[in-house]
């Protein structure tokens, strides 16, 4: 007699918990009246280097405070905090990938009063982290120019789910074949409103307009707006 084969959609469910997690961290930090974005990039693209630079910008008008997520070690908060945020390093466990219970987890055990931005940087790695929802209202990718114009084609997923793309380490654009238009082409085909912006972290180069996007965003939330960003519409439209 043939057997039945029951099948277990595991995957599914996981997303579907992480969802319910996510909404809710996004509901208080919206009530709180504060903006998270989760920097996502490959690792050493800049973005531990990029936040320190942002946060001696933005504070102390605006109060930031940064969770770092990686999978060992606590250089990255060590390296925050000296820049004078608030910051808590977390550890994964292994996971390759933050989700919005660890997001949950962090926050708490952080504290987010008097605070206007955080940032979670995320476990560096595109691919994982652009399939997960962290409960930010905001999301960016770093791509740094010596990884290479291409990665867009290569790892289509992260500029997807993106409102943000921060090419950084121009200062390094005369000694690689980077194709600046090949890029924003790539980009703006995965993601027509995909912001760019480029950037030298190292330089500060490019740093004017990036802070006062977010800025604008900042004031945004301050004044009651709920921002959606790309990924929330898009795990929308795929639970539909
Ligand atoms: N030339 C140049 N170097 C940069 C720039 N931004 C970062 N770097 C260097 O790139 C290296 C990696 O930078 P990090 O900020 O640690 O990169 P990360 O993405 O945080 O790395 P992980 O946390 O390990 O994933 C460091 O040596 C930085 O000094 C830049 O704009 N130009
Ligand atoms: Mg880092
Ligand atoms: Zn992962």
Redesign the pocket.
């Given at each position: 007699m043939e057997r039945e084969v029951q099948i277990l959609e595991l995957k599914q469910n996981v997303f579907e918990a992480n969802k319910v997690n996510a909404d809710t961290v996004r509901a208080d930090s919206q009530a709180k009246k504060q903006l998270m974005i989760n920097v996502m990039s490959s690792p050493g693209s800049g973005?531990?280097t990029t936040l320190v630079r942002t946060i001696k910008d933005l504070q102390p008008d605006i109060r930031v405070a940064v969770m770092?997520c990686?999978i060992d070690a606590s250089v990255?908060a060590e390296t925050i905090a000296k820049a004078g945020a608030r910051s808590i390093q977390l550890h994964t466990g292994g996971m390759c990938h933050m989700d919005a219970q660890m997001t949950q987890q962090g926050l708490d055990q952080m504290g987010t009063d008097d605070l206007d931005l955080i940032f979670i940087?995320n476990v560096?790695n595109l691919v994982c982290p652009a399939e997960f929802d962290t409960g930010a209202a905001l999301n960016i990718t770093i791509l740094s120019v010596p990884e290479g114009d291409d990665k867009p084609a290569k790892y289509p997923l992260v500029y997807e789910v993106s409102d943000l793309v921060l090419i950084n380490k121009i200062d390094a654009l005369p000694v690689f074949d980077f194709r600046k238009d090949y890029v924003e082409s790539c980009i703006h085909e995965l993601n027509p409103d995909a912001k760019i912006i480029y950037v030298s972290s190292k330089t500060g180069e490019g740093f004017e307009e990036w802070t006062n996007w977010l800025k604008e965003k900042v004031a945004a939330v301050k004044a009651g707006q709920v921002l959606t960003g790309r990924m929330i519409e898009i795990l929308a439209a795929e639970a539909h």
């Open positions: 973005k531990t770092e990686d990255d940087e560096g």
